[in-house]
C-alpha cells in the first residue's frame, strides 16, 4: 500500500469514528426509554451507513490506487521518450561534422574566445538540406557560437534548437573525445 493509500485509510477510519460517535449521540440523546425494536432499528440502519461507507471507501482507495498507476504508467513513457531524444541528441553531437571547402577561399585561422558577449548573427541561409542534416547543422552551428562565447538563450533563438538540447550540447561537447 502506498504512503498515499495509507493516508487515505487513515482519515476514512477516523470519519468512521466520528459517525460511530454522532450515532451512538443520537440514540443516547433519544433516551432509555425507547422499545427494543427501536434500538434494533436504529443498530441495522449505523450499521447499514457503516457498510455503505465502507464500501464507497473502498470504491474511492481502488480509483486513488488506479489514478496512480495510470499517473506512473504516463511518468515511464514520458522517461522513455526522453531517453530516446537524448540518445538521439547524443548520436548527433557525437557523429562528425562535414563542413564542405571551398575552391581558392583560404580559411583564417580561429581566434581565441572573446571575454565580451559577441552579438548574435544570423548564419545565411543555405540550400534545402535532408532533415537529418538540418538537425546535425543545427548542432554544428550550436558549438560553433558556443566556443564563440555566445549565451546558450541566445544560441537557441538564432539556431531554434530548445533550450534544453543547447545545454546539453554545451555541457557534453567536451566529452567526444
Known amino acids: 500500500m502506498t504512503t498515499f493509500g495509507a493516508a487515505q485509510l487513515l482519515v476514512d477510519v477516523l470519519l468512521l469514528f466520528l459517525i460511530l460517535v454522532m450515532l451512538a449521540g443520537r440514540a443516547w440523546r433519544r433516551g432509555r426509554g425507547d422499545s427494543q425494536a427501536s434500538e434494533h432499528e436504529a443498530y441495522r440502519d449505523m450499521s447499514a451507513t457503516l457498510a455503505q461507507l465502507i464500501r464507497e471507501m473502498k470504491g474511492e482507495i481502488a480509483g ?14 514520458a522517461i522513455g521518450a526522453a531517453d530516446e531524444r537524448l540518445a538521439a541528441l547524443q548520436s548527433a553531437a557525437a557523429a562528425p561534422l562535414a563542413v564542405p571547402r571551398i ?54 533563438r538564432v539556431t531554434k534548437l530548445p533550450r534544453g538540447e543547447v545545454d546539453l550540447l554545451i555541457r557534453t561537447k567536451g566529452r567526444r573525445g
Open 64 to 77: 486513488s490506487q488506479d489514478r496512480l498507476t495510470e499517473k506512473q504508467l504516463e511518468l515511464q513513457r
Open 103 to 156: 575552391a581558392g577561399v583560404v580559411e583564417a585561422p580561429a581566434a581565441a574566445p572573446a571575454r565580451q558577449r559577441a552579438t548574435p548573427a544570423v548564419p545565411a541561409p543555405r540550400d534545402e538540406p535532408e532533415p537529418g542534416e538540418e538537425r546535425r547543422e543545427r548542432y554544428r552551428q550550436a558549438l560553433e557560437f558556443s566556443e564563440k562565447g555566445w549565451s546558450a538563450l541566445d544560441i537557441a
